[in-house]
């Protein structure tokens, strides 16, 4: 290669031709910025779990049946709440669905109850902790297991004639009301109906340590 060739590739250019090039430059890393962005965005949102992004497809979404034996139990009582297990798929972003098993207190109001739940009941009917579904459905009430303080799972201790959680003390009423300990609200309800003959529940998981009801996931 001649010498004056070689100095020609050294050759900075007049500052129009330097100021074309860096214009030229930036705009070629801009476009792949706005390429780079445009292709992660779906992939990013793909692993938020849905049930965050639509919160609203929890009413009439994903239903679970409840267990047959232990929801003929809670027909034919109202001095106790029954324990009541179920299963449902959860998945999210690009795992595979996974079996989750979870259990729920449920409970068959007389209807002097029904009559006075709402008195009983008002954090689920102020703005705050507002639920968007009965919380009363056909006389029955389906309690979360989950405290409202750091997220144990209470019992119902019928000595006491309440719900006691084990890890910090925070104790309820039957009907969920909130009577004693650390827990900022009462119990949180679940959607419920029954289909077909069969009794069935959509699980959603409240934020714990919060008065206010924030829902974290649904199943």
């Given at each position: 290669?001649?010498?004056?060739?070689?100095?020609?590739?050294?050759?900075?250019?007049?500052?129009?031709?330097q100021?074309?090039?860096?214009?030229?430059?930036?705009?070629?890393?801009g476009?792949?910025g706005?390429?780079?962005?445009?292709?992660a965005?779906?992939?990013?949102?793909?692993?938020?779990?849905?049930?965050?992004?639509?919160?609203?497809?929890s009413?009439?979404?994903?239903w679970?049946?409840?267990?047959?034996?232990e929801?003929?139990?809670?027909?034919?009582?109202?001095?106790?709440?029954?324990?009541m297990?179920?299963?449902?798929?959860?998945?999210?972003?690009?795992?595979?669905?996974?079996p989750?098993?979870?259990?729920?207190?449920g409970?068959?109001?007389?209807?002097?109850?029904?009559?006075?739940?709402?008195?009983?009941?008002?954090?689920?009917y102020?703005?705050?902790?507002?639920?968007?579904?009965?919380?009363?459905?056909?006389?029955?009430?389906?309690?979360?297991?989950?405290?409202?303080?750091?997220?144990?799972?209470?019992?119902w201790?019928?000595?006491?004639?309440?719900?006691?959680?084990p890890?910090?003390?925070?104790?309820?009423?039957?009907?969920?009301?909130?009577?004693?300990g650390?827990?900022?609200?009462?119990?949180?309800?679940?959607?419920?109906?029954?289909?077909?003959?069969?009794?069935?529940?959509?699980?959603?998981?409240?934020?714990?340590?919060?008065?206010?009801?924030?829902?974290?996931?649904?199943?």
């Amino acid at each position: 290669m001649a010498a004056h060739e070689a100095q020609a590739y050294k050759d900075p250019g007049s500052p129009e031709e330097q100021s074309r090039r860096t214009f030229l430059a930036n705009a070629t890393l801009g476009i792949g910025g706005v390429i780079g962005l445009v292709i992660a965005i779906p992939s990013l949102v793909s692993l938020i779990p849905e049930s965050l992004i639509k919160p609203d497809k929890s009413i009439g979404g994903v239903w679970a049946p409840l267990s047959d034996a232990e929801f003929k139990q809670l027909e034919s009582r109202t001095d106790n709440p029954v324990k009541m297990t179920f299963s449902f798929q959860y998945a999210d972003g690009y795992f595979p669905p996974q079996p989750d098993d979870q259990f729920v207190w449920g409970i068959k109001l007389t209807p002097e109850q029904v009559e006075t739940f709402q008195q009983k009941r008002p954090d689920l009917y102020t703005p705050a902790g507002k639920i968007t579904y009965p919380a009363v459905v056909m006389s029955f009430v389906i309690f979360s297991s989950i405290c409202p303080h750091l997220g144990c799972r209470y019992e119902w201790h019928p000595e006491a004639t309440r719900f006691i959680c084990p890890c910090h003390g925070s104790q309820f009423g039957i009907q969920g009301q909130h009577l004693a300990g650390p827990a900022p609200r009462g119990l949180d309800p679940l959607p419920f109906r029954e289909k077909d003959g069969k009794a069935e529940v959509t699980w959603i998981q409240y934020k714990s340590q919060e008065p206010d009801r924030v829902i974290v996931a649904y199943s």
